[in-house]
């Protein structure tokens, strides 16, 4: 026999992983690879914080524009809630109007004791219930001078040696506002 065993071991070193050129390359490309898809994932959750961002504050402005607009409502509401009382107190205050006018035409001789009474009364009626409309906002619209269609309705045109084309010459019914909104406009006639 001889001095060497039949089942020799044999140590062998564990394989080292040699790298190569051509190995060296492709790692660095899958680590460039995995680095630009973090960038390009970051990119595009840098897009995404910023078309949120964009939403919320224009969800923001909507909800504020929303709330003032609500309020300017609630104040206008408020302030012309008694617009349509207004419109039915004005067929009151053109009969006073006409009341007022037959009074005035009577002739001297007619004019009774009672027939004074009467009209310091309904001059006192009527004083009140203009101090009432003037109160809440409510102003006749002023009818001297040069015809104003934003206030004023032309009924008809007639000649007039007085005043000058365009220019009120009678009031046919008075016009009148609330706050700063036309409720009735006057209706009047004009020169030629």
């Not at 840098?46 to 909800?63: G, I, P």
């Amino acid at each position: 026999m001889s001095d060497k065993s039949e089942n020799p071991t044999i140590e062998t070193e564990p394989e080292e992983k040699v790298e190569t050129p051509e190995t060296e390359e492709v790692a660095q490309e899958e680590s460039e690879a995995v680095e630009e898809e973090g960038v390009d994932e970051l990119t595009q959750l840098k897009a995404l914080v910023t078309e949120w961002e964009d939403k919320y504050l224009r969800a923001h402005a909507d909800f504020e524009n929303s709330k003032r607009l609500l309020t300017k409502d609630k104040v206008a509401a408020v302030s012309y809630a008694n617009e349509s009382f207004a419109n039915d107190v004005l067929s009151v205050v053109d009969s006073f109007d006409s009341a007022l006018a037959m009074i005035a035409t009577t002739e001297a001789e007619e004019e009774s004791e009672v027939v004074t009474k009467i009209k310091e009364g309904l001059d006192l009626t009527y004083a009140q219930l203009t101090k009432v409309l003037e109160k809440n906002g409510i102003k006749a619209v002023d009818c001297e001078g040069e015809f104003n269609p934003d206030f004023h309705q032309a009924i008809m045109q007639v000649e007039s040696e007085e005043k000058e084309a365009g220019e009120i010459v009678q009031v046919l019914q008075k016009g009148y506002t609330i706050k700063d909104r036309l409720l009735r406009p006057a209706m009047v006639s004009t020169a030629k």
